[in-house]
């Protein structure tokens, strides 16, 4: 029997299993490139139905027309879905209506150590979530400090920010008229529980429409914040005159006024308080909080 001779063909090509080799290696990175792309979306997918669940019951809770920008920090969202915790959350809402008289409130708050069971974000039960820490603030605009009582009295309300010492002493003083910020070591800006603030306006007296500004200091109290007025000028920006004293006695109780924040979101605890020009901000915390504690009570 005589064996018949191996073709040049029918011997296995080196060339071509290597070939063979590139091209399954680069479709399993195809493959994996892929998924790693549907898992991100299915996460990012997930995350955003949650933050528009909680953005919903937000709105609902703070009686707001839009809804509030809501995020959940950290990736990936799917290991604290389904562990029920998340790290870090926040929510931002404009025009917040807190009763009787405030009706344009800013609230920004940050959640931390959020507990909220998978099983209730998904159908859209919010009345269980718990937030271990809440820091929140809340700033409050001009034209709704204008109608606390007796600063409803005064016409085109108006306030920017002061030092303390302008307002004790005014020119007499050492320091500078406008407040300085500090911040703590990580470039943070450290607040306190009071600070300077300026309320001009119109006020009649004896008949004539007279500007008026007003040098107070504003302070936290427990759950309400005092502006306490210290001194009186007449003017404007430019030329202000000393307000005789006797004259001051007469006007300064209409720059006493009193803001309860009990009422506020959350009902966090105020712990500082910051001057903006038209507007006033305040800090506050809390502690194991109910999601459903969001709505502020009248």
Not at 114 to 139: M, R
Not at 207 to 224: P, R, S, V, Y
Not at 225 to 230: A, D, F, Y
Not at 239 to 259: D, G, K, M, R, Y
């Amino acid at each position: 029997m005589v064996s018949r001779p191996v073709a040049q063909d029918d011997r296995p090509s080196s060339g071509r299993s290597a070939k063979r080799g590139k091209r399954r290696g680069r479709g399993w990175l195809i493959a994996l490139a892929v998924l790693v792309v549907l898992l991100v979306g299915a996460d990012f997918g997930a995350a955003a139905f949650a933050e528009h669940t909680i953005s919903q019951k937000a709105r609902e809770q703070l009686n707001v027309t839009n809804d509030p920008a809501v995020t959940v920090h950290g990736f990936p969202f799917l290991t604290q879905a389904i562990a029920g915790d998340y790290s870090h959350i926040t929510i931002n809402a404009q025009g917040v209506p807190v009763p009787p008289k405030l009706s344009d409130v800013d609230f920004n708050a940050d959640l931390s150590d959020v507990t909220a069971p998978l099983s209730d974000l998904i159908s859209g039960n919010t009345k269980s979530i718990v937030v271990g820490t809440l820091k929140g603030e809340v700033t409050i605009k001009a034209a709704d400090i204008a109608r606390q009582s007796p600063l409803n009295k005064i016409e085109n309300l108006r306030i920017e920010p002061v030092t303390e010492d302008y307002v004790r002493n005014g020119d007499s003083g050492q320091g500078d008229t406008k407040p300085t910020t500090t911040t703590n070591e990580n470039g943070e800006p450290v607040d306190t529980a009071s600070a300077g603030i300026r309320v001009s306006g119109n006020v009649q007296i004896g008949g004539n429409n007279t500007e008026i500004f007003c040098f107070a200091m504003i302070e936290l109290d427990g759950q309400k914040i005092r502006l306490e007025p210290k001194r009186l000028q007449f003017g404007n920006d430019k030329e202000t005159t000393v307000v005789p004293q006797s004259v001051q006695e007469l006007l300064l109780p209409n720059f006493n006024a009193t803001i309860d924040t009990g009422a506020l979101p959350f009902s966090v605890t105020p712990t500082a308080v910051r001057v903006n020009s038209g507007s006033v901000t305040i800090k506050g915390e809390g502690k194991n909080a109910a999601f459903s504690g969001a709505k502020p009570q009248g």
